[in-house]
């Protein structure tokens, strides 16, 4: 099955700064990729997305670098804030008859005012 | 976007007694539902996946004895933890695949308590 590894597990910042979140994975037919900011307690909740047919998406101070040959992706949050901090992770789909995700172990970002 | 309704948010309950979790989808159909678990300062981790119209798929490790996953309808999938202890305090939370254009969608989560 699928594998995903996300380093690093915490990221402290300084409040404009940019951050930035890696992750890889073992299954070279997985083809959907997203990012998810969770807060205590709270379900996940989706910040941004690739699949595997673009290289980069971005949407405002948040981005996402795939490469499928490496197998690992990135997410970018620039101008950090703090309510940017929050539990990050990263989760890659493998195929099927349905799309079951994997998570990864999850970053712990602070954002220092 | 599809609403995932999940219920209960939080319960305590005994240990040896079962607790029963329901997830709704509200504007759609969910053929399948994935039900995760999560403990404090880790990862989510699925442990099955509900099919309706036939029996859940368990994950290497997860007692399917233990947690009964029933997937009546379109619209409703339910675990039951069976005989809970407090090993099994977690947070449980169930979510419908992302799809060919679309994301996953995650019920609230259930916040067990088994004390």
């Known amino acids: 099955g699928e594998n995903v590894e996300q380093h690093p597990s915490t990221l402290s910042v300084q409040e404009g700064d940019s951050a930035v979140i890696k992750c890889t994975y073992s299954d070279s037919a997985s083809n959907y990729f997203p990012w998810y900011k969770q807060e205590l307690g709270k379900r996940p909740q989706l910040i941004i997305d690739?699949?595997?047919?673009?290289g980069e998406k971005k949407d405002q101070r948040i981005a996402v670098t795939l490469n499928k040959t490496a197998k690992h992706f990135s997410l970018h949050i620039t101008e950090t804030q703090p309510e940017d901090s929050a539990v990050y992770f990263c989760?890659?789909?493998?195929?099927?008859?349905?799309?079951?995700?994997?998570f990864g172990t999850g970053t712990k970002l602070q954002v220092i005012p | 976007g599809a609403v995932v309704s999940q219920h209960p948010s939080r319960v305590i309950c005994k240990s040896g007694t079962s607790v029963k979790i329901e997830c709704r989808s509200l504007d759609f159909q969910a053929t399948t539902m994935f039900w995760y678990r999560q403990f404090p300062k880790q990862s989510l981790m699925l442990m099955a996946t509900?099919?309706?119209?036939?029996?859940?798929?368990?994950e290497q490790g997860v007692e399917k004895d233990k947690f009964l996953i029933n997937h009546a309808s379109l619209t409703l999938s339910t675990l039951t933890v069976t005989s809970a202890h407090p090993e099994d305090s977690s947070f449980y939370i169930c979510?419908?695949?992302?799809?060919?254009?679309?994301?996953?969608?995650f019920g609230q989560g259930t916040r067990l308590t088994v004390v």
């Open positions: 690739i699949r595997s047919n673009v």
């Open positions: 979510s419908v695949p992302p799809g060919a254009n679309t994301e996953a969608f």
């Open positions: 989760a890659a789909t493998s195929r099927g008859s349905y799309q079951k995700v994997t």
């Open positions: 509900s099919n309706e119209g036939s029996k859940a798929t368990y």
